[in-house]
């Protein structure tokens, strides 16, 4: 029992760390505190055959608040997107070597 609750501790920690980088706008250790969250949850749902049901009734009740954080912390997140890949344009204050444009 006493590793189920260590993971639930983890996985609050690593929220409330996600939730302080996102409202200071640091997005990156937002998200990298918001997947160890979800790895410390993955670890407890991996668990829970083994729990006696006492356990689950324990660890179910806990994880589930940790889980609609989590949930609601990443929906807040901005979308990462990739640049477009475009050709490249022509500067026209760009100097150009008189070699070449010879």
Same mark, same amino acid.
């Given at each position: 029992?006493?590793?189920? %609750? ?11 760390a $996600? #939730? ?5 706008? #640091?997005?990156g ?5 918001? &997947? ?12 829970? !055959?083994?729990?006696?049901p006492?356990?689950?009734a324990?660890?179910?009740? $806990? ?6 954080? %989590?949930?609601?912390?990443?929906a807040? %997140?901005?979308?990462?997107?990739? %640049? ?12 150009? &070597?008189? !070699?070449?444009? $010879?």
């Open positions: 029992m006493d590793r189920y %609750l260590k993971l639930l501790a983890d996985a609050g920690l690593e929220l409330t $996600a #939730e302080e980088a996102a409202g200071g706008g #640091e997005i250790q937002a998200e990298d505190a918001l &997947d160890r969250a979800g790895e410390a949850l993955a670890l407890l749902r991996a668990d829970w !055959a083994a729990m006696t006492a356990q689950r324990i660890v179910g009740g $806990a994880a589930a608040p940790l889980r609609a954080r %989590l949930d609601h912390v990443r807040r %997140l901005p979308k990462r997107v990739a %640049l477009s890949e475009g050709a490249p344009e022509r500067d026209p204050d760009e100097e150009v &070597d008189p !070699a070449q444009a $010879a």
